[in-house]
């Protein structure tokens, strides 16, 4: 027992020693899981003889709930570009000092077009994500790429769409030739109709299980973000990947320096490096989501440009947009919505 | 007359519910799909990736010395507001015993968000201390509950006794009193080790950067990550270091027997 005890406190106190050990300069980092190559965090750290510390949150929201609770101490964050607006809007970020960026002019100018941020105020923009859908190719044939493609007879039962109304709605209005920003009740009326005609044929609404049912065979035709299906994708030949040609939604994460950073200097260091072309492109190589930077492209592998899951094709990503606050609109978009899930 | 079957249909319910899904995790753990809803071969590629996955050992590390921490701290302090509470009769002491129940039945959500706010209120920068803080805070109350209990059928004739054969102090507690206490003592130190471990609601709220846990880790990883059978290598990893620490405690206890 008293040993037993003895060893305990032994174990606390080397674990406790070692952690205060050596006294690097520290980067404290905010970000998803697994979002950065682990290879180039080590690549940074030697070069800055610095340490970073990888701390993960799985909601944007959470990562604000944190953050306004008191926790300070994250030197960089990762958040959705609509939560970077509101954190703007709340004064929880730094302006950005494109002087002490030496690689920014790498960020590619045709997404910085459709940006929320798009003079680089107070975000820098890491990695793009988009929607899409993807379906069973043995099973499924002469598939147009269009939204309206959740149209057809012979998929009845067997496809999903998201349950996010910004999303669905955002696709029908897509399909119809409008905004997926839009906030005219005109418009908005007719997406909804599109959508409760498409439901007729959906299995469900459904945001996390849809790429295990692909992957088994249970759903033929899904609507999804293209990280969840390049990973069905993986496990599973027989899956493809489109990006419908009216466009669709993309998303960005963008770095955030908040006020409370303690390492500044780290925080663009470390925002540089990862613009830096050839370490922009590895990264996507690795995590297989695209950084928008103009010098990677062309350092990226054919099987990466050639993967519509990963790379979007400037001319369809020039009729996407990303998804804003609609502001009072929002009411709107709940209506219709409750309208979709309502109807038979 | 045959014998009813039930308690065996139960039993082996039980079992069946116990260990089919932790054996389901082994499997996966060796398997090549992600998904991991079918086999698709035999693979060591996600032990391999573990070892690379310097954040999941951080974590890990943090766990590990919060929740040992934690259990030795709620170890003393827990057994002496047992004893308080046992030997002492007074209004003070029914307060005293509210105050320590309280935690038990008090909502993770709450102790969280009021911890959260108490430590920003008085200045206290968030990490592993405020972690190692309000684990403490609750485990505490078990181990209290647990050792209050052993002490409700303890045999004070015993201590009598040895203050009549000329013990001091010392001696009865060491040798009479800590032996006769240590099983109610130890299990309250193992149930706190086992809510620390696991314990994601508290920690999430009061943990700052550089302090994430293993729990916490793991959640953010199945919204966002590729490589999720990583956790499924961990876990095993985990079970065998269990298994060969109950193993190896059992054998110690024969061996003293």
């Known amino acids: ?38 290879e180039l965090i080590k690549e940074f750290e030697k070069k800055y003889k610095c340490r970073v510390v990888i701390d993960t949150f799985d909601s944007n929201e959470v990562m604000l709930a944190r953050i306004q609770a008191g926790a300070t101490g994250f030197d960089l964050i990762t958040p959705s570009s609509y939560m970077v607006r509101t954190m703007h809007q709340l004064g929880m970020l730094q302006q950005i000092d494109p002087t002490r960026l030496a690689n920014i002019y790498y960020v590619d100018p045709e997404y910085l077009a459709i940006a929320l941020d798009p003079e680089m105020d107070h975000s820098v923009p890491y990695m793009l994500t988009n929607t899409g859908f993807a379906y069973r190719k043995s099973r499924l044939e002469d598939v147009e790429p269009s939204w309206g493609v959740f149209g057809r007879e012979d998929i009845r ?60 065979g249970e759903f033929i035709l899904v609507h999804g973000y293209n990280g969840d299906i390049l990973q069905a994708m993986e496990e599973n030949d027989d899956i493809a990947f489109v990006i419908p040609q009216e466009g669709t939604s993309i998303s960005c994460d963008d770095f955030v320096i908040p006020v409370t950073a303690r390492s500044t200097d780290l925080a663009y260091a470390f925002i ?73 | 007359m045959s014998r009813s079957r039930a308690p065996w249909v139960v039993m082996i319910a039980v079992l069946v519910f116990f260990y089919l899904p932790i054996l389901i995790l082994v499997i996966n753990s060796f398997n090549a799909s992600r998904f991991g809803g079918s086999w698709d071969g035999f693979t060591l590629r996600w032990y391999i990736l573990l070892f690379d996955q310097r954040e999941i050992w951080m974590a890990f590390r943090n766990t590990l010395i919060i929740a040992s921490g934690a259990t030795v701290v709620s170890m003393v302090l827990g057994t002496t507001a047992a004893f308080a509470l046992h030997r002492f009769n007074t209004r003070l002491q029914r307060v005293h015993y509210t105050l320590v129940y309280t935690p038990l039945v008090v909502p993770d959500i709450l102790m969280g968000m009021s911890l959260l706010l108490f430590f920003v209120s008085i200045g206290l920068s968030l990490g592993l201390f405020t972690i190692f803080l309000a684990h403490v805070t609750f485990c505490i109350s078990y181990v209290a509950m647990v050792v209050l209990a052993r002490l409700q059928d303890f045999d004070f004739s015993m201590i009598e006794a040895s203050q009549d054969l000329g013990a001091g102090w010392w001696d009865t507690t060491w040798r009479i009193m800590a032996p006769m206490l240590a099983p109610g003592i130890i299990s309250g130190g193992l149930l706190a080790f086992t809510l620390s471990i696991d314990d994601f609601v508290i920690t999430f709220f009061v943990s700052g950067p550089g302090s994430t846990t293993l729990p916490i880790r793991i959640y953010s990883m199945i919204k966002h990550s590729r490589n999720m059978p990583v956790i499924n290598a961990l876990s095993t990893l985990l079970l065998i270091i269990t298994f060969l620490a109950v193993w190896g405690s059992q054998r110690i206890a024969k061996e003293k027997a």
């Open chain 1, 1 to 38: 027992m008293k040993s037993l005890i003895r060893w305990t406190l032994i174990v606390v106190a080397a674990g406790l020693l070692t952690g205060c050990g050596e006294r690097k300069p520290r980067l404290h980092l905010y970000t998803w899981a697994d979002y950065f190559k682990p």
């Open chain 1, 157 to 216: 039962g067997r496809a999903t769409m998201l349950n996010d109304m910004r999303e669905t709605l955002g696709a029908a209005l897509k399909y119809l030739g409008y905004s997926l920003n839009s906030v005219d009740e005109g418009e908005l009326a007719e997406a909804r109709d599109v959508v409760i005609g498409w439901k007729r044929n959906l299995a469900k609404f459904e945001n996390e299980q849809y790429k295990y049912g692909l992957d088994s």
């Open chain 1, 272 to 344: 540089d490096f990862f613009l830096e072309p050839a370490n922009a492109a590895r990264n996507t190589e690795y995590i297989l989501f695209l950084a928008p930077n103009e010098g990677a492209y062309r350092l990226l592998s054919e099987d990466i440009l050639n993967n519509p899951s990963i790379f979007m094709k400037p001319e369809i990503r020039k009729k996407s947009e990303v998804i804003d606050d609609v502001g009072e609109a929002l009411a709107l978009y709940t209506r219709m919505w409750d309208q979709v899930r309502a109807a038979d």
